[in-house]
């Protein structure tokens, strides 16, 4: 077999296979062997024949393809491993001459996986974030526990923001009702955003018994495209104004919340609950940026091919997303004024950078000899049978060898990122 590997960019190659007599003599003594099990030869029983006999009673040309057939699908394999290249798809294969007997020539294409050549890991030059808790983010969380406890209070005033209202409203465009655009007794908390700019605000002011309407424009962006950008009318009458009366931030507060004793107790817990989320998205920060660092120090292509499956992967969540809110993928660039060519081309380069990453960290991995060991496969596949107990599909796929060997995978990947950030932390 002579091979002649040439690359055609940074991601493909083509090869060109040249196969001599002796290649396809092995090649046609294979497909002799499958093909006798179907003769029937006079004397002998279907398939029993001897080969050499059963050899003179095949189809000439069905040899012939069985054995082009065999001779490619064996060669090409070694061809791309003689060629140090590894394809990441079944090669585009390419017969140019075949004489039986005599030789095959085909050229076969593929996009492979590319070198990578590592910048230096262990001086990436990254500097984790110190995150400090401020004094108004435990003040927002307590005024949240405030907001829980509070009790509703009829109240003989105008509404203010922060109030409940109970109202009874109808919308209009040019004098026409529309559906979704009007309600009975409807509990709104003012400041809770659950309309339109201007409607709550609107309310600000009223007291119960007042009737009114509301001049209003829905956003060019919302999500009824029958509304979008459209002045609409709504009447308004105001039924009830609720107070919502909150508790002091004193030591029964603290009681009712869990096992503290005192204001200041709740008020430590929740300071060490915010330390806790801010160093966990500082450290998920730290290791984005170490691998946006790496993959910028080192050479690395992304082949079109992975480009594609990200960019489905990508689609397929967002369309997911979309899809528990009652939207399809449509729906999604609409709100948010894309075209599906603006969304690929804007999608294309995170995907591209995932790939690239993807690619950095294997070949990490591959280098330091880092991977997740059986254990660990085990103790994570334990865990995951748990959370879908109530599956029978998905524990049926946890069975499976190539989710195994994914779980092993993404445990390898994070391990590498621990190593990551280990060396770049001294």
């Known amino acids: 077999m002579k091979v002649n590997t040439k690359k055609t960019s940074d991601t493909s190659v083509e090869i060109k296979v040249v196969l001599g007599k002796d290649d396809l003599k092995v090649a046609e003594e294979k497909a002799v062997n499958r093909l006798a099990k179907d003769v029937k030869v006079e004397g002998f029983r279907k398939g029993k024949a001897p080969l050499d006999i059963a050899k003179k009673n095949i189809n000439p040309n069905d040899l012939a393809s069985v054995t082009l057939d065999i001779a490619v699908r064996t060669s090409v394999p070694k061809a791309f491993e003689e060629g140090k290249s590894s394809p990441l798809m079944i090669p585009n294969v390419e017969v140019t001459k075949y004489i039986p007997g005599e030789t095959v020539e085909y050229t076969a294409k593929a996009d492979i996986l590319p070198e990578v050549k590592l910048g230096d890991y262990k001086k990436l030059g990254v500097k984790k974030e110190v995150v400090k808790v401020a004094e108004k983010d435990v003040k927002e969380i307590l005024e949240n526990i405030q907001n829980a406890y509070a009790e509703k209070k009829v109240a003989k005033k105008k509404a203010e923001m922060g109030d409940e209202v109970v109202i009874d409203f109808e919308g209009s465009l040019n004098g026409e009702k529309f559906e979704g655009g009007a309600a009975k007794d409807f509990h709104l908390g003012l400041g809770s955003k659950q309309f339109i700019s201007g409607f709550e605000e609107g309310i600000v002011g009223h007291e ?122 449509e729906d999604y660039l609409k709100q948010t004024g894309q075209t599906e060519e603006d969304w690929e081309k804007q999608a294309r380069d995170i995907a591209e950078k995932r790939v690239k990453a993807s690619l950095c960290l294997q070949i990490l991995a591959r280098d330091e000899k880092i991977e997740a060991d059986d254990d660990t496969v085990d103790a994570k596949i334990a865990e995951l049978r748990e959370v879908y107990k109530k599956s029978k599909e998905a524990l049926k796929n946890l069975k499976e060898p190539n989710v195994r060997q994914d779980i092993k995978n993404r445990l390898t990947i994070e391990k590498t990122l621990d190593y990551l950030v280990k060396v770049n932390s001294k």
């Open 208 to 329: 119960s018994g007042d009737r009114f309407d509301l001049e209003l424009t829905f956003p060019k962006d919302y999500h009824a495209d029958n509304l979008a950008g459209k002045k609409t009318v709504f009447s308004v009458l105001v039924k009830q104004v609720n107070e919502n009366i909150k508790p002091a931030l004193d030591d029964e507060l603290a009681k009712k919340c869990g096992p503290f004793k005192t204001i200041d107790e709740l008020k430590a817990d929740i300071k060490k609950n915010l330390e806790a989320q801010n160093n966990a998205k500082a450290e998920d920060k730290f290791k984005d940026d170490l691998v946006l660092k790496l993959v910028e120090k080192s050479k690395v292509s992304a082949p079109e091919i992975m480009i594609k499956d990200q960019l489905n992967v990508i689609k397929n969540d967002i369309s997911a997303n979309a899809a528990r809110q009652g939207l399809k993928f």
